[in-house]
């Protein structure tokens, strides 16, 4: 069985500051994990994966995730936040013997001016 | 590459109706496609795993009479739900898994549709 958890519901950062968004996951088998981007009344697109290898994945937007497998963690980070980043993020968890996502909960990242 | 598009992207139907919503994949063959269902300030919801040319696979809870799925071809998948009702309103949103795809088990996902039941 797969899970995920996402701490923080909302994210309130300042225009230019860290990103931090959270994810945990639990995994019965090796872990593909995913992060999505989802703007309102739109799709999911994708920001970044990890499924072997290096430990620290590079996406889109200047996003990067780092997969500790002792911490069973996934987190999302942006060096310095815009405000085009405004959006639901959402992490995801699949398995090597599955094609399904199991996705969190969700994290409303909201920048301020 | 790898888009996925859906029509149509909202829709507003009577109570007791029913509602096609299709789902393709435009630059890429899929070989399996599947339906999420969303409510407002939630997550997605898996509704069912869809296979070319076989049945639908439902998750627990989800009835399968009233969310119809149909996947006839390798770019084409439609859900129709059958005699809607209100608590029938969501936004739904499917997604492609490519058929010989380099990253296990990635899903691009189409804009949605918002289907609102009067």
């Known amino acids: 069985a797969q899970s995920v958890t996402q701490l923080g519901s909302h994210v309130s950062v300042s225009e230019g500051a860290l990103v931090l968004l959270r994810c945990n996951y639990s995994s019965s088998v090796p872990p593909y994990l995913f992060w999505y981007v989802q703007y309102p009344n739109q799709g999911l697109q994708l920001l970044l994966k990890y499924t072997t290898g290096a430990t620290l994945v590079k996406g889109i937007n200047g996003f990067e995730a780092e997969f500790k497998k002792s911490e069973t963690s996934f987190h999302l980070t942006k060096p310095s936040a815009h405000m085009s980043d405004a959006a639901e993020y959402f992490c995801?968890?699949?398995?090597?013997?599955?094609?399904?996502?199991?996705f969190g909960q969700g994290t409303t990242l909201q920048v301020k001016p | 590459g790898a888009v996925v598009s859906q029509h149509p992207s909202r829709v507003i139907c009577k109570s007791g109706t029913s509602v096609k919503i299709e789902c393709r994949s435009l630059?890429?063959?899929?070989?399996?496609m599947f339906w999420y269902r969303q409510f407002p300030k939630q997550s997605l919801m898996l509704m069912a795993t869809?296979?070319?040319?076989?049945?639908?696979?439902?998750e627990q809870g989800v009835e399968k009479d009233k969310f119809l799925i149909n996947h006839a071809s390798l770019t084409l998948s439609t859900l129709t739900v059958t005699s809607a009702h209100p608590e029938d309103s969501s936004f739904y949103i499917c997604s492609a898994r490519v058929r010989s795809g380099l990253v296990p088990n990635e899903q691009f996902f189409g804009p949605g549709t918002r289907l609102t039941v009067l």
């Open positions: 995801a968890v699949s398995g090597w013997n599955t094609g399904k996502l199991i």
């Open positions: 869809s296979n070319e040319g076989s049945k639908a696979t439902y």
């Open positions: 630059d890429f063959q899929a070989t399996t």
